[in-house]
């Protein structure tokens, strides 16, 4: 059922959008983490035709993202629940919201996410776990892991030379 | 040329999908993080037919994403390169790789991110720079801000309703 469309099928970004790629699948989960749990739920939320939710929904079950519970036996009912792997997606959906509100939203903030213990407003920044060092593109590099094929490797290999210049002049500038 | 086909477009998630989440273009800023910025290239890495990536591409410098540069005069030839709201979208492709290689990368790593100074794989985590607090489901609640509208509020109000009951038990399980 799901499409192979990518080319290249072991870059982690190109198998996390072949299962949540599709128009309205992510806010289909923003809404799943809203507590939206029933197919008239969603509709109504997103004003999206049956046959379109139906199918992005079921991509999402046969991804892992949601489970299908049934709750209702007359007429029988399914409900849609975040699963683990889904619940995991939640960063994804913070840094599109935070990288939106930085940049598409003129008129203020219509959404943020708030620190319940201080009840400031949160900003949610990447870092690295181990050295709690913010992620940026100077330190943290993109580099080609034991499963990567051959393809792979040659376009970071490729990135990695395009970006030498550029670091030169950034270590001789220090 | 961008097509308005979300209901509720408040919302920060929405609006960026708006104008990444159409197939191809994530996949488009990947590269371009990997340092294409030709069309032949960005072409032949993805296997993306011309005017779909024409499309595209149109769409990312329309969006802001990008920045067209001609680098020819004759022939005439343009290159496309990440302007700093193009390159603050690194955050969410990353979020979009660690979840993909936690998820889907049965065989293991085929790309991860390097500490160029400590030399060791980076762990990508989501933090509250304020706080260095982690964002987590528990702490950290996505609240309407002044800009929201009517819909907005009734979301989100409808959102902590629901998750109330929840709350109370992990409460009292403290």
């Given at each position: 059922?799901q499409?192979?469309?990518?080319?290249?099928?072991?870059?982690?970004?190109?198998?996390?959008?072949?299962?949540?790629?599709?128009?309205?699948?992510?806010?289909?989960l923003?809404?799943?983490?809203?507590?939206?749990?029933?197919?008239d739920e969603?509709?109504s939320?997103?004003?999206?035709?049956?046959?379109m939710l139906?199918?992005?929904?079921?991509?999402?079950?046969e991804?892992?993202?949601?489970?299908?519970?049934?709750?209702?036996?007359?007429?029988?009912?399914?409900?849609?629940?975040?699963?683990?792997?889904?619940?995991?997606?939640?960063?994804?959906?913070?840094?599109?919201?935070?990288?939106?509100?930085?940049?598409?939203?003129?008129?203020?903030?219509?959404?943020?996410l708030?620190?319940?213990?201080?009840?400031?407003?949160?900003?949610?920044?990447?870092?690295?776990?181990h050295t709690g060092?913010?992620?940026?593109?100077?330190?943290h590099?993109?580099?080609?892991?034991?499963?990567?094929?051959?393809?792979?490797?040659?376009?970071?290999?490729?990135?990695?030379?395009?970006?030498?210049?550029?670091?030169?002049?950034?270590?001789?500038?220090?």
């Open positions: 059922m499409r192979k469309r990518f080319e290249d099928m072991t870059c982690p970004i190109a198998r996390s959008l072949e299962r949540v790629g599709e128009w309205w699948s992510m806010l289909i923003r809404d799943a983490f809203y507590g939206l749990t029933r197919f969603f509709q939320s997103l004003g999206i035709a049956p046959n139906s199918r992005r929904l079921g991509a999402l079950v991804a892992g993202l949601l489970e299908r519970r049934r709750y209702s036996e007359r007429p029988v009912r399914y409900e849609y629940v975040l699963t683990p792997r889904g619940l995991d997606f939640r960063p994804v959906l913070l840094s599109l919201m935070a990288w939106g509100s930085r940049h598409f939203a003129p008129e203020g903030i219509s959404l943020f708030e620190d319940d213990r201080t009840g400031r407003a949160a900003e949610p920044v990447l870092v690295d776990a060092a913010p992620i940026t593109r100077e330190r590099l993109v580099r080609a892991g034991p499963a990567a094929n051959e393809r792979m490797r040659a376009r970071i290999e490729s990135a990695h030379r395009r970006r030498a210049p550029d670091r030169h002049q950034t270590l001789s500038s220090h």
